[in-house]
């Protein structure tokens, strides 16, 4: 199906331990997205990307990494999971003609 | 200080009421964007702007940029309107999202 995909919806994770959360769309918009919604705090940028291979710091991006190898997937990874770190996680693309499409969003729990 | 300030926090409405939620933003932008999230449910784009006003059904998106300001409307509001409804705008290669605005649609 076309569109954007999240995987997994959920995950329970150990604290200190590697934690990768997919994503990947089916259109080759140039800008992808990394968010953490919270209580509180609304959305907030992780990491975005303008295209493969080019990659920056959002606003709370201490504890993830990203890559962008190829243009569909934005993996994120947290090396060393926190309890600070549960939280839901929306990927998002841009493109300049639809605007922003969300991801279903994995909902992150780090005990 | 945040970059972009939603008003209100919350409100609630009787079903049929026109609303009104407001954002202001102290940048220079490429774009504003509307988005819905409903309980529990993801986020969906409604508008994308830069300038004037669009009108989708029952939702009208309008933005002034010289007052950097921009207003969604509702008419004839329903309960499945009951959603949070957040701002955001880019300028260049930065983006910033409001907190959002929390509706709630009483039949």
């Known amino acids: 199906d076309a569109g954007i995909t999240q995987s997994p919806r959920y995950k329970i994770t150990e604290t200190g331990r590697q934690v990768t959360l997919m994503c990947h769309q089916t259109?080759?918009?140039?800008?992808m997205f990394w968010y953490r919604q919270d209580l509180g705090h609304g959305l907030r940028l992780i990491y975005y990307?303008?295209?493969?291979?080019?990659?920056d710091k959002g606003e709370v991006p201490d504890g993830y990494v990203v890559s962008r190898s190829k243009t569909e997937n934005f993996p994120l990874t947290l090396e060393s999971a926190t309890r600070s770190q549960t939280s839901v996680y929306f990927c998002a693309t841009r493109s300049s003609r639809v605007g922003y499409t969300f991801g279903s969003g994995t909902r992150l729990t780090v005990v | 200080k945040n970059e972009v300030e939603q008003s209100p926090q919350n409100l609630t409405a009787q079903e049929g009421e026109f609303i009104t939620i407001n954002c202001s933003y102290s940048v220079g932008i490429s774009a504003l964007h509307w988005l819905q999230q409903h309980p529990g449910g993801g986020i969906v784009s409604l508008f994308m702007l830069s300038s004037g006003k669009k009108k989708h059904g029952r939702l009208i998106a309008t933005i002034n940029i010289q007052e950097k300001h921009s207003s969604l409307h509702i008419t004839a509001s329903h309960p499945r309107d009951s959603a949070v409804y957040i701002c955001a705008v880019n300028t260049g290669n930065q983006f910033y999202f409001g907190t959002g605005t929390s509706l709630t649609v009483i039949p």
């Open positions: 259109w080759s918009h140039s800008y």
């Open positions: 990307s303008a295209a493969a291979d080019i990659t």
